[in-house]
Each structure stands twice: as C-alpha cells, then as structure tokens.
C-alpha cells in the first residue's frame, strides 16, 4: 500500500531562514508528487506539483522541490522564509495513471512557524 | 471563477441525528473525493467518485455514504452521526483528463462537532 511519511511535525524558523521538509514515500511505481500548504483557517492550495521531467520544481511563492527517485523523496525547499510562510504543509502522492483523476495520498502535515 | 464549494462551513450537531454536507464544484472535473482532516493524521480519504454514478470506499468509510447523481455535486451523508466524526472535511475535484492533471482542487472545509 502506498504512504507517505514526513519526518518533521512541527518545525520553527526565524524570518530570512532556509526551510527544507521531508518527504519520503513508498510504492513501486509511478508517482505524481504534490505539496499543498494549507494557512490558517483556509483550505489547502497546491503549492507545486510534480509529473515527470526536470526533478527540480518551482511552484509559487518561491518555493521548490526535489524528486529523487532513488530516495523516494520529494523535499520542499525554500532558501528565505517569511513570516507569511507560517502554515500547515502536506506532502501527498499518487499513482500516475492516465486520466485516472487519482487518489491522494497524503503525509501527516508538517506545521511551520516563522517568527518575525 | 472555478472552485469548489460546500455546505455548511460550521457545523454542531448531535450523536445520531443525520446530516449531509453538500459539496459542488463548477469545473465539469469528473473525480470528486471527500477526505477528513484529523491533527497528527494528515488528511484520509473516505469516499470518492470517478464519474456520476460510480463511488467506491476509500480508507476511512465507516460512518459516511455518499452519491453522485449529477456530476457537478457530490455530497456526504452521515446517516447517525457519533463524536468520532468530529472532525474537518475536505471536498475535492479534479479532472481525468484530457488533459491528464490529477491535480486535486479542494473546497473550504466543513467543521464537524458532534456532541
């Protein structure tokens, strides 16, 4: 069965400092990989995505990821957090399938707090 | 605007008494998924749907029934609701495609107390 583990639940960061999240997941196959963010009291936005071609993605708000295959790892990256950064982030996969539309599957949540 | 809605936003209720949260999406996707949101837990998918009259169970299913009788609506139903569906739901949509996305677009939430 497919999971998705992300190792840090809850991480603290001073404004101008580098973020990185962990994200491992396990299946076999064919991924497409996602991290959505979720702010307080909002409903979960995609951040980035992930389907096949360069492992390096950029998504909104500075943000980018990595896929690496050989790790099962998609981390979350960004090189300067604001305080506005302060959020929920889920990492979640699914199988790749052609126009299957596709489950997520979803890590527990990793919450962030930037203090200004 | 495309996105996806439901109702209500807030709700309190209490053990046994049936509720349906409505869920609509405006943007002819044809998978429609509800998950709840529990702290530590991520978000766990109970029910969806690849197409108007085709639902299926997903991880968490106990407790909810679903329908699809026109593609743009997809709601949940808790027929006798207990305090372990306390909970915050999420509705989603996407499209199977072409082109093929599997990008999930997800409602505001619905917050679920039962007494």
């Known amino acids: 069965a497919q999971s998705v583990s992300q190792h840090n639940h809850h991480v603290i960061l001073s404004e101008a400092a580098s973020l990185e999240l962990g994200c491992n997941y396990s299946y076999g196959g064919t991924v497409n990989l996602f991290w959505y963010v979720q702010y307080p009291g909002q409903h979960l936005q995609l951040l980035l995505k992930y389907f096949s071609g360069d492992p390096l993605v950029k998504g909104i708000k500075g943000f980018e990821a990595e896929f690496i295959k050989s790790k099962f790892s998609f981390n979350l990256r960004k090189p300067s957090v604001q305080w506005s950064d302060t959020a929920e982030y889920f990492c979640?996969?699914?199988?790749?399938?052609?126009?299957?539309?596709?489950?997520?599957?979803f890590g527990q949540g990793t919450e962030l707090s930037v203090k200004p | 605007e495309a996105q996806v809605t439901q109702n209500p936003r807030y709700l309190i209720t209490v053990t046994g008494k049936k509720l349906t949260v409505t869920c609509s999406q405006n943007?002819?996707?044809?998978?429609m998924s509800w998950y709840r949101q529990d702290p530590g837990l991520g978000l766990r998918q109970i029910y969806y749907s690849m197409n108007v009259e085709v639902t299926d169970k997903g991880d968490v299913p106990e407790g909810y029934k679903v329908s699809r009788k026109e593609k743009r609506n997809f709601p949940l139903i808790l027929e006798s609701p207990s305090p372990n569906q306390t909970s915050l739901y999420f509705c989603a949509s996407s499209s199977r495609g072409p082109p093929v996305s599997n990008e999930q677009f997800f409602g505001p939430g619905t917050r679920l107390t039962v007494l």
């Open positions: 943007m002819n996707h044809e998978y």
């Open positions: 979640a996969v699914n199988a790749a399938g052609s126009g299957t539309g596709g489950k997520l599957i």
